[in-house]
Structures are given as structure tokens and as C-alpha cells.
């Protein structure tokens, strides 16, 4: 069986951070990549995915990226995260076809309810009770 994959964009472990113990629970294959290329590849597995991209230290890039999956990828659910002083990019995240967009005042462990929901969304395998338990 093919879990859905949780692949988290970031050029430090804080996301990747929060969302492991989530990930395991779910049995979600979650790679952590710093460029893009790498995230493209997986993507062509076909498997359900969720993008989480962090935003803000090379925002060209980064936004590049979420418009390169909204278009080559549909059905991959993009959730953009970013700090306070990037908050104007949020109108722009939703244009480049972000499902979520999480800035502050919002708290950053909202993550784990929108990555969940998002997941459910996304028709993966779901674990039953027993496999929940090992």
C-alpha cells in the first residue's frame, strides 16, 4: 500500500518538526527537501500529496515552485506558511493556487488540523484501527 506523502519545503527542521509525530501517527511518508527540483520528482509518483512550502528567504523561488505544482499537479494540496513580515503575500500564495495559507495572527500548530484535513481530502489510504495502534 502506497501512503499519502506529506512533503515540507523549508530551509530549516521547524515544520518538519512540528508535523513527524502527525505524519508517523497517519503513516504519511514525510520528506523533507530544500529544492525544488526534488519536490517535482516526487510529485510525479502520483501518489496523493501534500505541499507544505515555508516562505520568506527566497521568495521568487518559493512562489515559482507553488505556481509550478498548482499547475503540473492539481490534485496536490499546497499549504503556504510564512512569517508576520511576508503576511502581504498571502492574497498572492491563494492566486498561485495554495489550498491554506497560514501567517501570523494564525498559530502555527493549526498546521496539524489543516495537514490533517487536507490529507483526508486527498483520498489516501487510511489507516485501520489495528494498523493505528503498532
Partial sequence: MQFPQLLICE??????????????THRWAL????????????LRRGRPSILVLRVGRRL??????L???????PDTAAVVVGDGE???????????????????????????????GLMGEAGGPK????????
Avoid: I, M
Avoid at 31 to 40: A, M, T, V, Y
Avoid at 98 to 114: E, G, K, N, S, T
Fill in 11 to 24: 530551509a530549516d527542521d521547524r515544520l518538519k518538526d512540528l508535523l513527524q509525530a502527525t505524519a508517523a
Fill in 31 to 42: 520528506r523533507q527537501l530544500r529544492q525544488p527540483e526534488s519536490c517535482l520528482r516526487l
Fill in 60 to 65: 521568487e523561488r518559493e512562489l515559482a515552485l
Fill in 67 to 73: 505556481e509550478r505544482v498548482s499547475w503540473l499537479y
Fill in 86 to 116: 511576508h503576511a502581504p503575500l498571502a492574497d498572492l500564495a491563494w492566486n498561485l493556487g495554495a489550498r491554506y495559507v497560514l501567517f501570523p495572527p494564525q498559530p502555527r500548530d493549526r498546521l496539524l488540523d489543516v495537514v490533517a
Fill in 127 to 134: 489507516p485501520t484501527p489495528e494498523e493505528r495502534k503498532r
